[in-house]
């Protein structure tokens, strides 16, 4: 059949008497020949000639160059169960792995990516991962564990791994995506394109496409988007087994070639992306076991040899090409300024995809369509140059790649009712005095906002939750008890706080008072006076002044000396700031009647009449 498909000028005359046509009667044997063809090393030699261990001579596991691939491949995929490892729509909770490498699987809803990944698997249908007959069954990155744990080198065992990482119990993963097209939500295809360019393990991706169906436009927008990324790609054909007549096949299988061909025209020199030029064909959801076991081989060796288990069969000039561009955090690529142009057309129907992509320039650049836009997607971050010089160009999934087509800004249509989607990458063949037009700045921004408003990292949620409290009004501040008390016996009670105030003045008077009278003293002693009457003023000064009892302390009697000027003149004085003890030393007045006669006079004496009115009361 595949013979027919593709090299009909080829062998086929004397071959196609001993095939049947249908591939339902084809038996086990012959499928595995038609697997075998998928490979074009066989393609020239008859398929009953080709004994089953030389099917796969031309490649061989690296850890065991005597085993056959197929015996091998079986060994590798089935002896150690697969497991579930991780599932999540959302990119950013992904579990982590940097250590083993992933391949993913794509292609458009219900084409048979969860059948293949059971059919690998050597599972039932349902078993491991969920297959369903209606579109959109699987709905999150779901990565299954193959093979056996590998033995990693010292550096790859680090203390830096420990709390971080799992220590990986398979030799690699297989991503089962959801599928894009019918059923599939355009939040899907964003994190899809987020792991193609930012995932650091992903190491190649298996395009699945449809036998009876054939590529359609979605299949050229997640080819693009894989271009676009700089992935290694592997084409796998699935359901061969519904297939009507071989020319559907052929048909199909032509059509798939041809646009990967224009596609490859159309890249530049620097793009990394390139794909393995064996087309697998495979029926991994067929009703007869042996078909799909039959199939499952050449599936196997495509996903082995993009994870890098198999020897490599591409010409020796190519191995050293790098298949994953480095990854640029978005972050980077926001801040490079941006030099770039920006195309987008008209949204291309999906029925109207039979048509290979012959002129991809003028293919038109696919519309999101609100839920079901699966991958027609915005980020796509891509490899550097070498010269280090970045270039940014936003572009519909099919992205043109002619001078010509890049330099039309004006395509875009701003009052388009849906916005055309977006893509990112570098290339090296943009106009560097191409303008910046207003509505690219627009869309950019716009986006990261977007891509900001739905980020989901525990920091991200940390960061949220701050803002959260802090845009909170504040508390007042807690105030204790007694805390509370003494401040609103303050404010009852302002009486008491100022006779408090005056007692503390009064004692620092009579302080001064007493200091002075011993200095008097001190004097008189040392000039023979008499200085008795100096004993009698203090004894009279300590009782509470001239004629006064001194333990009567009430504010009524808050006028005398004790307790400071009247009461007219109390208000003045305390609003001056009693507290303060130089102005508390200010004394009463010198002019108040009720003042000491004994202190009158001694003032008299040490300073002159005119001198206590003049300056005021010294204590
Ligand atoms: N006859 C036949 N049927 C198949 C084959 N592969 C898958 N199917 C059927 O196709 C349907 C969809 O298969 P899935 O594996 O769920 O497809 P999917 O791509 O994972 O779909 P989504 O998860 O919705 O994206 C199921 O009913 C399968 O039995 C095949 O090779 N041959
Ligand atoms: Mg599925």
Known sequence: LLLQSLSPALLVQTQTRRFSTSPSQCTKFRYSNIAAYSIPEFRNALPNAIPPEQLFEHAFLLNAPDTPVEEGLRTLFTKTPASFYYGNQDFYHLRKNTRIPEICILGRSNVGKSSLVNALANRQTNELARVSKSAGKTRSMNAYGFGPPPQLPKELTGAQYKGKEDLPKH?????????????SLHEWGKNITLYL???????????????????KRTDWDALDLLGTAGLRTAFVITKADKVKTPDRLRDTILRLRNGIRDIEHLLTAENKWTWDTEIYVTAAGARDPAVV??????????????????????????RNRRWGGKVVSFEELMSVPVKATYTASAQEDDTNTLDRPANISSRAPSLPRGDTGGLALPVAANTEHASGQQNISIHGPSR??????????????????????????TTGILDDSSPCPAELRALIDEFWADLKANENTARDRA????????????????????????????????????????????????EMMRLQIQEEKQRRKEMGLDYADLDSAWDIEARGGAGRRRPQRDMDDATDDEFGPPASEKSSRFAKGSGSKAKGVQKPKPEQ????????EFLRKRVGDDDVHDQGPSF
């Open 197 to 215: 360019n930012k995932r650091s393990a992903v190491r190649g991706a298996v395009l699945l496409i449809d036998a009876q169906a054939g590529p």
């Open 593 to 600: 009647e009720e003042q000491d006669p004994f202190e009158a």
């Open 400 to 425: 043109p790649r002619t001078d010509s087509s890049l330099n039309s800004p004006t395509a875009h249509n701003p009052t388009t009712t849906n916005p055309p989607s977006r893509s990112f990458h």
């Open 463 to 510: 960061r949220k939750r701050k803002l959260e409290l802090e845009s909170r009004s504040p508390r007042p501040p807690h105030k204790s008890r007694k805390q509370e008390l003494r401040y609103r016996g303050q404010s009852m009670f302002p009486e008491q706080t100022k006779r408090f105030h005056m007692i503390k003045e009064n004692r620092l008077r009579r």
């Open 171 to 183: 030799t690699f993963y297989l991503v089962d995506m959801p599928g894009y097209g019918h059923a």
């Open 293 to 318: 076991s039959a199939t499952a081989t050449t599936a196997r060796l495509a996903v082995a040899k993009l994870a890098g288990l198999v020897g490599d069969t591409r010409p020796k000039e190519e």
